[in-house]
């Protein structure tokens, strides 16, 4: 047995903390080609240990025994795995490195592919789910990596449905819809690593996320300062601007290959916090269909494991092509039920300008935002000075002055804080301890009165 799938566990895990279990399981006789040779662990290598003291159940897949390739006792091993990690509460952690389904073992191998993902479905929402494709992940076992909360792929692993070969018109050195680069920039995996870099990139994860449902997201606070002011440049570079908010400047983003929307989490006087932010591209930012999903996805999971919600918000509109005509208002149905029914505490930080039904879809106080603050020099209006001048403007009247006019009178935060859109109006470099404040009132979200029988007198 090569040595290459144990030692990923052990360079993930603390040191000396890894207990395998199921190690001198086999295959099963089967009808067909009973002559392959039986080998421990059935190319599996399955177990349980620390991640900085917490507990984490893990699996790696051994392509050299029978090319990794999946059976009916394989499959079981990472069945079994998932149902004790959902008794005790632990993330799930696995490596993909396979050839496949087990020919000779035919539907008995196909019937337990469909074990693993019955179990990884039962699990979602309820434990952190990461997978790392250090190998190859086709066929059923791509749509595992898509169940999963957070996917890292080596550079040189291979993710594929078909292979691009059997794509009609297609072939790898057209397009290598297998390869990391293809399947990052469509949003199917989170991070891009090295072997190196993999196990840190994971361990961040993990260190950041809750253990399970049911657990509490708050951390040993850090000995960062509360009331720490931030350095505020714009936000041409979204990611800068939620470090400098973190906790030791510490941000996980989910989803790098979408741009559209920045995902992620930080943690705010110890807790974990899921932050969503428009990213600008020269000086505008629209929302797209892959980052609405994206951001859908992102809201989901959050109210699953009950992590509280920052928007940080700078937004012109919707982008305008066939894609969006076609599917976006499908897409933002989906984004405004997932920010309507969470339940969890939602602040919405209006950093730049937010123009018309777009903003709406970004966390507002209409979808269920609890605390709106913005930025003094925000604009918050149906739409820029400038097209509202066109619109409005009548013959002889000066376009430029009316402009400036709609600008003075009807784009400016304190008209969304007279109106109780907004609740309180922040100077950048105070963000921190008002976020902080913030999420530490809401911490007691409760929506007290579903459960309330009768009034008190």
Do not use: W
């Amino acid at each position: 047995m090569d040595n290459k799938a144990r030692n990923i566990i052990e360079n993930l895990l603390d040191e000396h903390s890894f207990v395998e279990f199921g190690k001198l399981i086999t295959a099963k006789n089967t009808d067909f080609n009973g002559k392959e040779p039986k080998k421990e662990s059935d190319g599996v290598i399955t177990g349980h240990g620390l991640i900085n003291d917490r507990l984490v159940f893990v699996y790696s897949q051994d392509v050299s025994v029978l090319g990794g390739s999946i059976g009916e006792m394989h499959a079981k091993k990472i069945s079994d795995l998932y149902k004790m990690a959902l008794k005790v509460g632990a993330p799930v952690i696995g490596f993909i490195n396979s050839n496949g389904v087990r020919l000779y073992e035919s539907m008995d191998a196909i019937e337990a592919i469909g074990g693993i993902i019955k179990q990884a479905s039962v699990a979602s929402g309820v434990i952190p789910q990461v997978l790392g494709v250090v190998g190859n992940c086709g066929g059923c076992l791509s749509v595992l990596a898509s169940m999963n909360d957070y996917v890292v792929m080596l550079d040189d692993a291979k993710m594929f449905i078909n292979s691009p070969d059997t794509i009609e018109g297609n072939f790898v050195d057209k397009v290598d819809t297998s390869s990391a680069e293809y399947q990052f920039d469509n949003g199917n995996v989170d991070v891009i690593a090295t072997e190196d870099s993999m196990p840190v990139i994971i361990r961040n994860y993990i260190d950041i996320v809750p253990n399970n449902n049911a657990e509490s997201n708050f951390d040993d606070i850090s000995d960062d300062d509360f009331n720490r002011a931030i350095s505020y440049n714009g936000i041409d570079n979204v990611q800068e601007v939620i470090e400098e908010i973190a906790d030791d400047n510490i941000f996980v983003e989910v989803k790098c290959g979408i741009t559209n929307v920045v995902c992620g989490f930080i943690k705010l006087a110890g807790q974990t916090i899921g932050v969503a932010a428009n990213s600008e591209t020269d000086g505008k930012s629209y929302l797209n269909l892959e980052g609405t999903t994206k951001l859908t996805d992102f809201v989901n999971y959050c109210d699953a494991f009950s992590i509280p919600i920052l928007t940080i918000t700078s937004i012109d509109g919707f982008e305008s092509d066939f894609n969006t005509e076609i599917s976006m208002g499908n897409a933002l149905s989906k984004l405004a039920f997932a920010f309507t029914s969470a339940t969890v505490p939602k602040i919405n930080l209006i950093v730049g300008k937010v123009l018309g039904s777009g903003y709406i879809f970004m966390n507002s106080k209409s979808l269920g935002a609890d605390m709106v603050f913005a930025y003094p020099d925000a604009k918050m209006a149906i739409m820029d000075e400038n097209k509202a001048a066109k619109i409005l403007c009548n013959e002889g009247d000066d376009i430029n002055e009316l402009a400036k006019t709609y600008e003075n009178t009807n784009t400016g935060v304190e008209n969304g804080a007279k109106r109780g859109y907004i609740d309180r109006i922040i100077e950048p470099v105070d963000t921190r301890k008002y976020l902080i404040d913030g999420f530490e009132i809401l911490y007691s979200k409760n929506s007290y009165y579903d459960i309330k029988k009768h009034n008190a007198k």
